[in-house]
Nanobody, 122 residues
C-alpha cells in the first residue's frame, strides 16, 4: 500500500502561483510513477501532469503545458506541482496519484490522495 497526502492548495488571484505537495509513504517512492489529476465541480477527473518511475520523463495536459511543472524529491518521497500563471479555469480539487505505470487515464492509477482544493479568482 502507498499512502499519499496532498497539501498546498488555497485561494489565489488569477495570474498567481501555488505549489502543491504530495508526501508518499508505505512503499519505495522511486518504484512508482507519480501524477496529478484534477476534478472541477460537475466535471470528470482529468489528467494534469505526470513523471515516470525513472524521473526522466514528464507529461502534461495541453491546458497546463508551459505553466505547470511536476518535480519529485526522492529523498523526501514527495512530488510537487508548481503552478504559475493560474487561471480561473484551473479551479478544481487536485489529486496526487501513484502507480507502477504511467497513463493519462485516472481509472488505471492504483493509489490516490484525498485531494486539495485550488481556487483561482478572476
Amino acid at each position: 500500500q502507498v499512502q499519499l497526502v496532498e497539501s498546498g492548495g488555497g485561494l489565489v488571484q488569477g495570474g498567481g502561483s501555488l505549489r502543491l505537495s504530495c508526501a508518499a509513504s508505505g512503499r519505495t517512492f522511486s518504484n512508482y510513477a507519480m501524477a496529478w489529476f484534477r476534478q472541477a465541480p460537475g466535471k470528470e477527473r482529468e489528467f494534469v501532469a505526470a513523471i515516470t518511475r525513472s524521473r526522466i520523463s514528464t507529461y502534461y495536459a495541453d491546458s497546463v503545458k508551459g505553466r505547470f511543472t511536476i518535480t519529485t524529491d526522492n529523498a523526501k518521497g514527495t512530488v510537487y506541482l508548481h503552478m504559475n500563471s493560474l487561471k480561473p479555469e484551473d479551479t478544481a480539487v487536485y489529486y496526487c496519484a501513484a502507480d507502477v505505470s504511467f497513463t493519462r487515464v485516472p481509472g488505471t492509477w492504483d493509489y490516490w490522495g484525498q485531494g486539495t482544493q485550488v481556487t483561482v479568482s478572476s
